[in-house]
């Protein structure tokens, strides 16, 4: 009788055990398959970029060249060169990164370290969020009646870079804030313990550790910004330019002026813009290796954030 029981008993334990081992082989298998699937995906994603590249470097090979780098663009497709587009590029990054880095830098810190955790930044916290998925024309727009118009910066290359700012505002400081947040707490409360202040412990153990993904989460932006051309264009940037600004570099003290802050730009997406638009089959071979030109640079970018976030890794021991 006691023999029966204990049958009895153990049969519900391996009927649950069963059931237990086979949901686990069901959750490896959906596993498995979600991760060929996201395999899958990549690997089309980046055939789809590599083909696109290496279609844009066969169609604009012909241009290729030092001619193309140090030309001002012109009418005759054969001597027309993207020389102040890449210029006009490169300094309203400049711009870009002097603005969105400290201030988003900054509002990360705030937000994680020293904002009360009410409703108030609740709301902060959500609009941030939903910024980041704003239309660029919107944020030209904005730049246009504000920056533009109201503070009469006029079409600019202070204005460009302005916008472009605020465009990937959002994306640094949701980015700072992950790499802020990575951080472990009991470093900071090791510090606490040891008497440093709340600024003590956010400048020389917070920042210092989450630099490489704040770093990362900039040039990422910088990325996006890079290739935008909505907002370029709805501020009034020139098609067609045949002289660089102001050198931010002099030859007579101060040596530095900002004098070019105030002129007349274009980029490369507006040069594509301007070259696409032609009917002459020339300047779409320009086109195509202004694209190319324009394609090495980001994922140039991408790079070396990939780069840099790697060599923070390897610094970090806890």
């Known amino acids: 009788m006691s023999a029966d ?19 686990l082989h069901r959750h490896k298998l959906i596993d498995q398959i979600f991760v060929i699937l996201g395999l899958t995906i990549l690997f089309a994603s980046l055939l789809t970029l590599a083909v696109l590249f290496l279609d844009l470097v066969r169609d604009g090979a012909p241009r290729f060249g030092w001619d193309f780098f140090t030309n001002f663009p012109s009418r005759n497709a054969a001597r027309a060169g993207i020389l102040s587009a890449w210029v006009g590029t490169c300094l309203v990054m400049l711009v870009t990164v002097c603005v969105a880095m ?13 904002a009360p955790k009410n409703w108030f ?10 910024l980041a998925g704003v239309p660029s024309i919107i944020y030209g727009l904005l730049a246009l009646g504000l920056f533009v118009y109201k503070l009469e910066l006029g079409q600019s290359i202070a204005s460009a870079g302005l916008t472009l ?3 990937i505002l959002p994306i640094v400081i949701v980015a700072s804030r992950e790499a802020i947040r990575s951080v472990p707490r009991n470093i900071r409360e090791a510090a606490y313990a040891l008497g ?17 993904g704040i770093l990362t989460g900039l040039i990422i932006g910088l990325s996006r910004a890079i290739g935008e051309t909505a907002p370029i264009i709805t501020i009034g940037a020139l098609a067609f330019i045949a002289f660089l600004p102001t050198p931010p570099i002099g030859s007579e003290f101060p040596f530095v002026n900002f004098t070019w802050l105030g002129d007349p730009f ?5 040069q594509m813009f301007n070259w696409v638009s032609r009917p ?5 071979v320009n086109a195509a290796a202004a694209g190319a030109v324009l394609l090495a640079m980001t994922l140039a970018m991408n790079g070396i954030a990939i780069y840099i976030r790697y060599q923070f890794r390897k610094k970090i021991n806890w």
């Open 280 to 284: 002459d089959a020339a300047f779409q």
């Open 266 to 270: 274009t980029v490369m997406p507006i």
């Open 121 to 130: 930044t609740a709301i902060i916290e959500i609009n941030v969020t939903n």
């Open 102 to 114: 400290p201030i988003g830098v900054a509002a990360a810190i705030y937000l994680e370290e020293y």
């Open 5 to 23: 029981n204990t049958v009895s008993s153990h049969r519900p334990s391996k009927l649950v055990a069963d059931a237990a081992m086979k949901s």
């Open 165 to 167: 700012a605020l465009l």
């Open 196 to 212: 440093a202040t709340r600024w003590e412990v956010t400048a020389h153990h917070v920042v210092p550790y989450s630099s490489g």
